[in-house]
């Protein structure tokens, strides 16, 4: 099955009163609510999601990258990264590959839930957890210090592999909104949704939370006649917690996720889902998603085993408990997906 994917052309503006009497809310399966911020070309092709294959023999443990691509030390420094809330630094491996270092309470989260997005069949960046090593040539640290010891030595890391010299990463204003994108509308955009709310990832800033940091990214990729831009969430460290507000919300709390499980799903209203979720936007983000969106969905993530949600959760540093938490909590919300 070829990618799921929209091509735009360019084309006059018009009132957004026209927009709208043409493309009423939710009438068909793509619905433009506004102009795409991307450039809209001929030879530009936007996507967000492609078919995953045989999601029952994905390798949880090797995950997107896999095993054989997975960080090799020795571990050489580049630089400290002071951007985003965690400490984070480049290095190199052993191969030459520049990896993104992260630690913090966002560690654990990341890595696991991007197995399971990659599973349903969305773009992530490939990630590893890293139980402990040395980076040699560590100097000048600042937020990172309190990770890395003076030898180097580090212990609970993620490693996030560098874009190929082919990609380049629009983020900042140059990423999107969730309610204003070209996929506004379609099974694809709301299965994301939908696996946002699965993982229980409250931190759904947009272009419009910039000046707090956006987790929206499009991966450009340029190839001979066609520049394809990948739509994709670019952090999923606020994941596998607890939803809600800033006194309430969690990261990574096997209890939290496990507790909050049977409000994943309230219920259906006239043919659309409700769900339970709050996060940093939830007026429009969790509305107007079908019931036939979450079964298109489902018809994937329900055929993830139980036994690659331990292979993902011990590969990304779970402990015994949190693996069996975890595993029974997302087959439960799964399940609910697939009652509808």
Same mark, same amino acid.
């Given at each position: 099955?070829?990618?799921?994917?929209?091509?735009?052309r360019?084309?006059?503006?018009?009132?957004i009163?026209?927009?709208?009497?043409?493309?009423?809310?939710?009438?068909?399966?793509?619905?433009?609510?506004?102009?795409?911020?991307?450039?809209?070309?001929?030879?530009?092709?936007?996507?967000?999601?492609?078919?995953?294959?045989?999601?029952?023999?994905?390798?949880?443990?090797?995950?997107?990258?896999?095993?054989?691509?997975?960080?090799?030390?020795?571990?050489?420094?580049?630089?400290?990264?002071?951007?985003?809330?965690?400490?984070?630094?480049?290095?190199?491996?052993?191969?030459?590959?520049?990896?993104?270092?992260?630690?913090?309470?966002e560690?654990?989260?990341e890595v696991?839930a991007?197995?399971?997005?990659?599973?349903?069949?969305?773009?992530?960046?490939?990630?590893y957890?890293?139980?402990?090593?040395?980076?040699?040539?560590?100097?000048?640290?600042?937020?990172?210090?309190?990770?890395?010891?003076?030898?180097?030595?580090?212990?609970?890391?993620?490693?996030?592999?560098s874009?190929? /010299? $082919?990609? =380049?990463? %629009?983020d #900042?204003?140059? @990423?999107?909104?969730? +309610? *204003?994108?070209?996929?506004? !509308?379609?099974?694809?955009?709301?299965?994301?949704?939908?696996?946002?709310?699965?993982?229980?990832?409250w931190?759904?800033?947009?272009?419009?939370?910039?000046g707090?940091?956006?987790?929206?990214?499009?991966?450009?990729?340029?190839?001979?006649?066609r520049t394809?831009?990948?739509?994709?969430?670019?952090?999923?460290?606020?994941?596998?917690?607890?939803?809600?507000?800033?006194?309430?919300?969690?990261?990574?709390?096997?209890?939290?996720?496990?507790?909050?499980?049977?409000?994943?799903?309230?219920?259906?209203?006239?043919?659309?889902?409700?769900?339970?979720?709050?996060?940093?936007?939830?007026?429009?983000?969790?509305?107007?998603?079908?019931? /036939? $969106?979450? =079964?298109? %969905?489902? #018809?994937?993530? @329900?055929r993830?085993? +139980? *036994?690659?949600?331990?292979? !993902?959760?011990?590969a990304?540093?779970?402990?015994?408990?949190?693996?069996?938490?975890?595993?029974?909590?997302?087959?439960?919300?799964?399940?609910?997906?697939?009652?509808?």
């Open positions: 099955m070829r990618p799921i994917s929209l091509i735009f360019s084309f006059a503006l018009v009132s009163s026209s927009l709208a009497a043409v493309f009423p809310s939710f009438s068909s399966p793509f619905y433009v609510a506004s102009l795409p911020t991307a450039s809209v070309r001929p030879d530009v092709k936007t996507i967000i999601w492609q078919d995953p294959g045989a999601v029952e023999q994905l390798d949880f443990v090797g995950g997107p990258g896999g095993r054989e691509n997975a960080p090799k030390p020795p571990f050489t420094f580049v630089e400290e990264t002071l951007s985003g809330s965690n400490p984070k630094m480049k290095v190199t491996d052993a191969t030459g590959t520049t990896w993104r270092v992260k630690w913090g309470d560690v654990n989260a696991f991007t197995r399971l997005v990659w599973a349903a069949g969305y773009f992530v960046d490939p990630s957890y890293v139980a402990s090593g040395r980076i040699e040539g560590v100097r000048g640290l600042k937020r990172a210090q309190k990770y890395v010891r003076a030898d180097g030595s580090f212990t609970d890391a993620r490693f996030e592999r874009l190929d /010299k $082919d990609a =380049k990463e %629009l #900042g204003k140059k @990423g999107w909104r969730w +309610d *204003q994108n070209p996929l506004v !509308g379609s099974p694809e955009l709301n299965g994301l949704k939908v696996l946002m709310m699965l993982t229980s990832n931190d759904n800033k947009d272009v419009r939370d910039v707090r940091g956006s987790n929206t990214a499009i991966l450009e990729i340029n190839n001979a006649n394809e831009r990948r739509y994709l969430i670019s952090d999923w460290g606020g994941s596998m917690g607890k939803w809600g507000g800033v006194m309430g919300r969690e990261k990574w709390d096997a209890k939290g996720y496990e507790k909050q499980t049977p409000d994943f799903i309230k219920g259906v209203e006239r043919g659309y889902v409700e769900f339970g979720y709050s996060g940093q936007h939830t007026t429009g983000f969790k509305d107007g998603i079908s019931v /036939k $969106d979450v =079964k298109w %969905l489902y #018809g994937y993530v @329900g993830i085993t +139980d *036994q690659q949600l331990r292979d !993902g959760l011990n990304s540093g779970a402990t015994p408990d949190e693996v069996e938490r975890f595993t029974r909590s997302i087959r439960a919300r799964i399940d609910q997906m697939g009652k509808l």
